[in-house]
């Protein structure tokens, strides 16, 4: 079965500092990778997502990048932390349909890092 | 008991009971809509599924309805346990884009003893 992990779990950082946070996924090959940002009480606003190697879309405009260095990790960076880095940030998967294709799968989610920057 | 209208942002239900949580969307052109559960701390973790060709979909003690002329989607839990409370959303996605799939603000399900 596909499993998918996250960490670390919870972060603190100062403003300034640099961010790295890791996802890999097991158990299944070429997957999508997504990252998504969760505001407490709001929903998820997705901010990079990757349908391979090397290949990354960014959603919005902001202090992150993302990377995928090999098939299954997905990693979210940044150089210089903002206190509005914030957040709950969510790892997804899901199967690899292609943009277009009229299959349908959902996406399922790490257990997520709290980060807080202060 | 039942929620109307557009995300409560909270519902309390006693145990026993069922539940019912809505979801107005917004693209008509969405074609593939999912439930997620969240528990605290937790990332979401899938319930069900529905495809826009299909307006009812049925899962173990859970029953998804869409209704595509008024664009809402509704999820049924049958017979809430305590196990159940977390916040529940739900999401679209839009035909023939399946890297563009969009998050509803949830709703928090509390289930009473």
């Known amino acids: 079965s596909q499993t998918i992990h996250q960490w670390p779990a919870t972060l603190v950082q100062p403003v300034g500092s640099p961010l790295s946070l890791e996802c890999t996924v097991e158990g299944t090959s070429n997957p999508n990778l997504y990252w998504y940002r969760q505001a407490a009480g709001r929903g998820l606003q997705l901010l990079f997502y990757s349908v391979g190697i090397g290949q990354i879309s960014s959603e919005v405009p902001q202090n992150l990048s993302a990377s995928r260095p090999q098939d299954r990790q997905f990693i979210l960076s940044s150089k210089k932390l903002l206190l509005s880095d914030s957040g709950f940030y969510l790892c997804?998967?899901?199967?690899?349909?292609?943009?277009?294709?009229?299959?349908?799968?959902?996406?399922?989610f790490g257990n997520g890092t709290r980060l807080t920057v202060t | 008991g039942e929620s109307v209208g557009l995300h409560l942002p909270t519902l309390s239900v006693q145990e026993g009971d069922n539940s019912i949580i809505n979801c107005a969307y917004s693209?008509?052109?969405?074609?593939?809509f999912i439930w997620y559960k969240q528990e605290s701390g937790k990332g979401p973790q899938f319930i069900i599924d529905?495809?826009?060709?299909?307006d009812k979909r049925q899962g173990q003690r859970v029953t998804v309805l869409l209704n595509k002329t008024v664009k809402h989607l509704s999820l049924q839990i049958a017979a809430t346990q305590p196990g159940d409370s977390a916040v529940y959303f739900c999401a679209e996605k839009r035909e023939y884009n399946n890297n563009d799939m969009r998050f509803g603000a949830g709703t928090r399900l509390t289930v009473k003893p």
């Open positions: 529905i495809r826009s060709n299909m």
């Open positions: 693209n008509s052109a969405s074609d593939y």
């Open positions: 997804a998967w899901s199967v690899s349909t292609g943009k277009f294709s009229r299959f349908n799968s959902p996406l399922h």
